[in-house]
T-cell receptor
Framework: TQLLEQSPQFLSIQEGENLTVYCNSS?????LQWYRQEPGEGPVLLVT?????EVKKLKRLTFQFGDARKDSSLHITAAQPGDTGLYLC????????????FGQGTILTVHP | DSGVTQTPKHLITATGQRVTLRCSPR?????VYWYQQSLDQGLQFLIQ???????AKGNILERFSAQQFPDLHSELNLSSLELGDSALYFC?????????????FGDGTRLSIL
């Protein structure tokens, strides 16, 4: 059983559609980070959320941290082919300084 | 470019061998983390060093060891290699070693065991 359950695993959509990726856990996190990874490269940090209920926006991407700090979501508006990639959520438990626990990832494909 | 440098990019070796992976953190970062990424396990935390000292440990095998040197670069040593050790190994760095530190990843070393 994964500490962080990420869904869906695969997402294939058309350009212009909206999508949401979910990251859920029964554990409480001190912070949650979202990364995007492309083939042959390392994960690139998109955002860090640290406060329960926090919402952060990065252009067409909206990140939300649940009130209870157990879940998070990533919403992309009007997806573009350039958004294609592997999206990973990663949480840090209160007792784990710097140790990130990653979800299994969501492979997003946006078709022109 | 994250500023984190990992060498080599690719490594092909045989079972039973020993290899060393190297990581140079971003300038100014004191903390280094090692992760293993495989298709079935995803990204798994191995170990963290902060300013030369071990700070946190994950599910790192006893055959694996790491260290961080005075110049802050780090090495991950993998010995008695098995087929199942084939994976991508990532290094990440951050400024501090405590909580909520944004981690910046290198492009990884792809290890293939034949």
């Amino acid at each position: 059983t994964q500490l962080l359950e990420q869904s869906p695993q695969f997402l294939s959509i058309q350009e212009g559609e909206n999508l949401t990726v979910y990251c859920n856990s029964s554990s409480v996190f001190s912070s949650l980070q979202w990364y995007r990874q492309e083939p042959g490269e390392g994960p690139v940090l998109l955002v860090t959320v640290v406060t329960g209920g926090e919402v952060k926006k990065l252009k067409r991407l909206t990140f939300q941290f649940g009130d209870a700090r157990k879940d998070s979501s990533l919403h992309i508006t009007a997806a573009q082919p350039g958004d294609t990639g592997l999206y990973l959520c990663a949480g840090e438990l209160w007792t784990s300084y710097g140790k990130l626990t990653f979800g299994q990832g969501t492979i997003l494909t946006v078709h022109p | 470019d994250s500023g984190v440098t990992q060498t080599p990019k690719h490594l092909i070796t045989a079972t039973g061998q020993r290899v060393t992976l190297r990581c140079s953190p971003r300038s100014g970062d004191l903390s280094v983390y090692w992760y293993q990424q495989s298709l079935d396990q995803g990204l798994q935390f191995l170990i963290q060093y902060y300013n030369g000292e071990e700070r946190a440990k994950g599910n790192i095998l006893e055959r694996f060891s790491a260290q961080q040197f005075p110049d802050l670069h780090s090495e991950l040593n993998l010995s008695s290699l098995e087929l199942g050790d084939s994976a991508l190994y990532f290094c990440a760095s951050s400024v501090g070693g405590g909580s909520n530190q944004p981690q910046h990843f290198g492009d990884g070393t792809r290890l293939s065991i034949l």
